[in-house]
């Protein structure tokens, strides 16, 4: 059985696994008073070229919505894709987090939305019968598995920045997109504008493990008690923190992404030769949209090929996703399976 319906279906690297055994060997003061946790601050850090402040949590979803917690208030708005995680499947998470703010959902095509989209969605400062605008909030890679590029993050940042707003990023595949970008995790954000992360490792080899990353430090002051109240500050965090370890050593992470990207550029390239396929977003990261003839979306099922049926089902659109340790074979048993 072939899997490809998301990166989050794979096991953990093994790299991760021996951590987490390293870990395991003796005592460690819990809730984070460990010498694992305590040095992340300074391999982050360095990570990123500058001074951060950061949080280890358990899941993508606790990242955003705690971190948007710190950014929104009750009564703010926090601007998005109408297709980001946050508004399509987090459960309400982040109005509940922050107490009540709202989501304001912006279109825009291949998952991504425009400056001037978000500047004429942001109205409404001073007026009491309105929600205000607080926070902006941008997934890379995109809910489309498209890449916004340095010069697109850095023009968002200014307009948030314009009004006086955060700029929080979704980064659940960030090693994808760094090396999509080819460019530096600092570049990627903070040099771009960005105020807050949410670090994803377990789509990319973790076994569960995600950071909350704050680049404007003072939006942490307040952190550790919506961790704490969100039922995430873990009694031994040196398992979450020796998985974040591990999959920064020797540049596992970008490794990792690296082969997941190649993969799903390889899977793209051998549909879209195909006569009926259709790509329909650009493959910048490890995700392919296509609409497919039915006939052959019917093979891939006789076939026990797993994967995500998308949109309107009667349309014939699908995902697939490759991961850190989808086998070349794989890729190719299934471009097979397409054009038989």
């Excluded at 395991?24 to 990123?48: V, W």
């Excluded at 606790?62 to 208030?73: F, G, R």
């Excluded at 960030?174 to 040099?191: H, R, Y």
């Excluded at 540049?251 to 329909?280: C, E, F, P, T």
Aim: charged share 20%; glycine share 8%.
């Amino acid at each position: 059985m072939v899997n490809f319906c998301s990166d989050n279906a794979t096991g953990a690297a093994p790299e991760i696994l021996r951590a987490l055994e390293m870990a395991n060997a003796g005592n460690a003061m819990p809730y984070g008073n460990d010498d694992l946790t305590r040095d992340l601050q300074a391999k982050f850090s360095e990570l990123f070229e500058t001074e951060v402040a950061v949080f280890p949590v358990m899941t993508g979803t606790a990242a955003n919505v705690l971190a948007l917690s710190v950014m929104a208030p009750p009564y703010g708005v926090i601007y998005c894709h109408e297709n980001a995680h946050i508004n399509v499947d987090e459960c309400g998470g982040a109005e509940f987090y922050t107490g009540g703010a709202k989501l304001h959902a912006l279109p825009g095509p291949h998952g991504k939305f425009s400056p001037a989209i978000l500047k004429d969605a942001i109205t409404g400062f001073g007026v009491p019968h309105h929600a205000q605008p607080a926070a902006v909030s941008l997934t890379q890679t995109s809910e489309s598995g498209t890449v916004y590029c340095l010069d697109e993050i850095a023009a968002v940042a200014e307009a948030a920045r314009g009004h006086g707003l955060n700029l929080h990023m979704d980064g659940a595949r960030f090693a994808n997109a760094v090396v999509s970008l080819d460019c530096s995790p600092a570049e990627a954000t903070w040099k771009a504008g960005v105020d807050a992360l949410s670090f994803g490792a377990t789509k990319n080899g973790a076994l569960g493990a995600e950071a909350v990353v704050f680049f404007k430090r003072d939006l942490a002051e307040n952190f550790k008690y919506r961790r704490m109240r969100g039922g995430h500050l873990v009694s031994k965090m040196r398992f979450l923190s020796a998985q974040l370890h591990a999959y920064l050593e020797d540049g596992l992470w970008l490794r990792h992404a690296r082969h997941a990207n190649a993969m799903a550029a390889r899977l793209a390239d051998g549909l879209a030769a195909l006569d009926g396929v259709s790509i329909l977003h650009p493959v910048q990261a490890n995700e392919i949209f296509a609409r497919l003839p039915r006939a052959m979306i019917q093979r891939f099922l006789d076939r026990d090929f797993q994967f995500y049926r998308w949109g309107d089902e009667a349309g014939g659109e699908i995902r697939l996703v490759t991961a850190f340790n989808t086998p070349p074979g794989d890729v190719d048993t299934l471009l097979d399976a397409a054009r038989a």
